[in-house]
C-alpha cells in the first residue's frame, strides 16, 4: 500500500499494481480499496490498477467532515492520478464511490478516460428529501459517536437496500461484515457528515457535460437503486445502462460472473476507442 499527501497534507491510502492503462476502483460506503482485491486478476489482468482507501475510511486520514465532501475528494483523486502519471484513468465507482467519480468526471475531466458506475446517485435534487437524508444520516452518525461500531455495521446491513445480500454465500457476507468493521466509527461519522447524500449538491443539471463512454450497471432487485441508476444513464450523452436481474444494490458481489462481464467488455470495446478531447 502506499500513502499520499495532497497539497493540505491530508493523506490518502492506495494499492497501485500493475502497468499500462490505469484504472481507477472507488469502494462504497464502509468499504476500502481492498474490497476490489478479488476482482483485479480477472477485472483488469493486462492493465494497472489503482483501488483507493477514501477518506475516513480504511487507512486513509479522517479530516473534518467540510475537508471530505465529494467535491474535494474529487479533486484530490485527480490531483493523485496525476501524480502517479495514472491520467486519464478508466474510473470505475461504487454507490458513494461513484458520486465521487461522477464529480471528478465533471470537475476534472482531462483525469477520466470513461466511467463505469455502480449503483450510483446523482444526488438529492428535491430540498425536502435532501433534508430528511441528512436527519436519518444524523441518526446513523449518533450511533457512530457513541462508539459501537459492531452495532453500526450489524444496523447498516439490516437496511432494505442490502436485503438481497441475504443470498450471498456465507464467506462472502462474513468478508463483508469484516470489511465494514474494519473502519474507524469517527471516520464513518465524518464521511456522512461530509460526504453524504443530504449534503452533496445534487448534479442532475450538470450530467450532459459529461463527454466520456460510460456504463451504468444496477440490480433489479434494487428498484430505488435502478431509478435513479437511470436517471444518471439518461442525463449522460450516450450512456449505457444494464440492469443487472437477480442483483441488488451490489452486482459485483451478488451476480459477479454477469458484472464481469459487463466491465470487460465495455473496457474491452473503450480500449480501442480514441483518449477522449476536452474543450478548455
Same mark, same amino acid.
Given at each position: ?8 497534507? &491530508? ?29 483485479? +486478476? ?22 473534518? +467532515?467540510?475537508?471530505?465532501?465529494? =467535491? ?5 483523486? !485527480? ?32 483525469? %477520466? ?27 446513523? &452518525? ?6 459501537? @461500531? ?17 443470498? @450471498? ?12 468493521? !474494519? ?8 464521511? @456522512? ?18 463527454? %466520456? +463512454? ?6 433489479? @432487485? ?11 444513464? =439518461? ?27 459487463? %466491465? ?17
Amino acid at each position: 500500500m502506499t500513502r499520499l499527501p495532497v497539497t493540505d497534507g &491530508v493523506r490518502y491510502v492506495l494499492r497501485d499494481n500493475g502497468a499500462g492503462t490505469p484504472i481507477v476502483l472507488l469502494h462504497g460506503f464502509t468499504g476500502n480499496g481492498g474490497a476490489w482485491a478479488t476482482w483485479l +486478476p480477472d477485472l483488469w489482468p493486462d492493465g494497472r490498477t489503482v483501488a483507493v482507501d477514501l477518506l475516513g475510511h480504511g487507512d486513509s486520514d479522517s479530516p473534518p +467532515p467540510e475537508r471530505q465532501s465529494v =467535491e474535494r475528494q474529487a479533486a484530490d483523486l !485527480a490531483a493523485i492520478m496525476h501524480q502517479l502519471g495514472a491520467s486519464p484513468a478508466h474510473v470505475l465507482g461504487y454507490s458513494f464511490g461513484a458520486r465521487v467519480a461522477l464529480q471528478m468526471a465533471l470537475d476534472s475531466p482531462v483525469s %477520466v478516460r470513461t466511467l463505469i458506475l455502480e449503483s450510483p446517485s446523482a444526488g438529492i435534487a428535491d430540498p425536502a428529501a435532501r433534508a430528511a437524508r441528512r436527519e436519518e444520516d444524523g441518526r446513523w &452518525v449518533r450511533q457512530l459517536e457513541r462508539g459501537d @461500531l459492531d452495532a453500526f455495521v450489524r444496523d447498516w446491513a439490516a437496511q432494505p437496500i442490502f436485503a438481497s445480500q441475504a443470498r @450471498l454465500p456465507a464467506q462472502v457476507r462474513d468478508r463483508l461484515v469484516a470489511e465494514r468493521a !474494519a473502519n474507524r466509527p469517527e471516520g464513518l461519522a465524518a464521511s @456522512l457528515l461530509g460526504a453524504g447524500q443530504g449534503v452533496m449538491p445534487p448534479l442532475h443539471s450538470r450530467l450532459g457535460e459529461i463527454r %466520456v +463512454p460510460t456504463l451504468v450497471i444496477s440490480g433489479r @432487485l434494487d428498484p430505488r437503486g435502478t431509478a435513479r441508476a437511470g436517471e444518471v444513464a =439518461e442525463g449522460i450523452r450516450g450512456a449505457r445502462h444494464e440492469s443487472v436481474e437477480d442483483a441488488g444494490h451490489t452486482p459485483h458481489l451478488e451476480t459477479p460472473m454477469a458484472f464481469r462481464y459487463l %466491465v470487460t467488455s465495455f473496457l474491452a470495446a473503450s480500449v480501442a476507442a480514441p483518449i477522449p478531447t476536452h474543450s478548455p
